[in-house]
């Protein structure tokens, strides 16, 4: 009996860049992509941990490579990309994960030079991976940009204001360019993650992360990578072909909880 459905779920034989690929939801997000038949580009601004990556995945069977790259510098990131494209003979998906964290309050000594350095990695970078890659994602059969964001992209942490502002700003892009590029059936969409077991979070006290996830989310616990990286498969599969310019919150419930 043929299927009913039409629509691939796959994402084997595609190929997949992603930043920020040596810890955290990055590492995941290659991990999986190549368990699910992609060939992975994975990147990070430091070369041992993403080496350490691409090795995993080819020891069990999948397809990678690793580069090493500072996504806020352009040349850098043209270079990369044409790299990828000779490597694995195109791109058709590319997550933009790379980013930092400062909690700094506006009046501190160094904020200038922390608000200049998260904004450059955590919005400007987007827009040069972007920009490389469009030649590639336009000869591609499904081509998915998907940005990581942050609950901070739908709200605010005092304390917090280029992390937040930079987030914001993901979002916004998010939206913009998905109208962009939309009659080319490129879709771009952002996933915001909330709470989430990475290195950002990794100095929090382990009773502190319990009591803020009882009191801020409703599934009272911290996130998992790999709970990330599946909503990142799913907006990259081929059946995602109508979905576009979303900020998907991936945050146990924070978003929405209100006492």
Known sequence: MPRLSQLSRSVAGKVALVTGAGSGMGRATAILFADEGAKVAAVDV????????????????????????????????????EEVAAEFGGLDILVNNAGISAALPLEAENYDETWARTLAVD??????????????????????????????????????????????????????????????????????????????????????KEKYARQRTALRRYGLPEEVAHLTLSLAMPAASFVTGVALPVDGGLTIRRA
């Open 123 to 208: 919005l400007t970078a987007l827009t040069y991976t972007i920009r490389a890659a469009l030649p590639y994602l336009r000869k591609s059969e499904s081509p998915r940009i998907i940005n990581i964001a942050s609950t901070e992209g739908l709200g605010a942490t005092p304390g917090h204001s280029a992390y937040t502002a930079a987030k914001h700003g993901v979002v916004g892009l998010t939206r913009s360019l998905a109208l962009e590029f939309g009659r080319e059936g490129i879709t771009v969409n952002c996933i915001c993650p909330g709470p989430i077991r990475t290195g950002m979070t990794e100095a929090i006290p382990e009773e502190a």
């Open 46 to 81: 430091n070369a041992g941990p993403v080496e350490a990556v691409a090795s995993e995945i080819r020891a069990a069977g999948g397809t990678a490579r690793a580069w090493a790259c500072d996504v806020a510098d352009r040349a850098a990131v043209n270079r990369l990309i």
